[in-house]
T-cell receptor, first 114, second 110 residues
């Protein structure tokens, strides 16, 4: 238990569906992150938020839309995904951006796009 | 960011000490060395961080020689539950981007 929870843990969606991934951290951290981990590939940083403000967007397709309503919650809205978007999506948090070296990761959402 | 090189995989047996070495020839003065552990279908977990010499915590030890061009993560008396992927990362404390490489896949056998 890292203090970072993600729901759902598993998600199967069609290419025309709209779904959202939710992340919540109970650590009082100010920075939150979304990562994508595809099979046999390293983790890819997708988005970085600091105090609810997006500070990094790593050329992620617009079919992925993040939202950070407060410092404890982070969402990833998904629409018209492609089969190659199937992956493990991980949320993480850190005390703040100056301490990114120690991130606390959630268990991830295993996404399958059919 | 300094590039890191570590073995793709390692095998060990229960009760043995495991040492995983990471090379980072281009490490900068302000860079720290950080190791993460990832179990299958879980997020990575921070294990240890160091700058020079030796750091030890309840999980592992990190040995860093004087030239800091490499580092060794040492896991004492491994068990089956230590089977995981271990990542070596190098960057300043803000780690503008926490970049994970392929890591070292450690398999511990009975």
């Amino acid at each position: 238990e890292t203090g970072v929870t993600q729901t759902p843990r598993h998600l199967v969606m069609g290419m025309t569906n709209k779904k959202s991934l939710k992340c919540e951290q109970h650590l009082g951290h100010n920075a939150m992150y979304w990562y994508k981990q595809s099979a046999k590939k390293p983790l890819e940083l997708m988005f970085v938020y600091s105090l609810e403000e997006r500070v990094e967007n790593n050329s992620v397709p617009s079919r992925f839309s993040p939202e950070c309503p407060n410092s404890s919650h982070l969402f990833l809205h998904l629409h018209t995904l492609q089969p190659e978007d199937s992956a493990l999506y991980l949320c993480a948090s850190s005390q703040d951006l100056t301490l990114q070296y120690e991130q606390y990761f959630g268990p991830g959402t295993r996404l399958t796009v059919t | 960011l300094a590039k890191t090189t570590q073995p793709i995989s390692m095998d060990s047996y229960e009760g043995q000490e495991v040492n995983i070495t990471c090379s980072h020839n281009n490490i900068a003065t302000n860079d720290y060395i950080t190791w993460y552990q990832q179990f299958p279908s879980q997020g990575p977990r921070f294990i240890i961080q160091g700058y020079k010499t030796k750091v030890t915590n309840e999980v592992a030890s990190l040995f860093i020689p004087a030239d800091r061009k490499s580092s060794t993560l040492s896991l004492p008396r491994v068990s089956l539950s230590d089977t995981a992927v271990y990542y070596c990362l190098v960057g300043d404390r803000s780690y503008n981007k926490l970049i994970f490489g392929a890591g070292t896949r450690l398999a511990v056998h009975p």
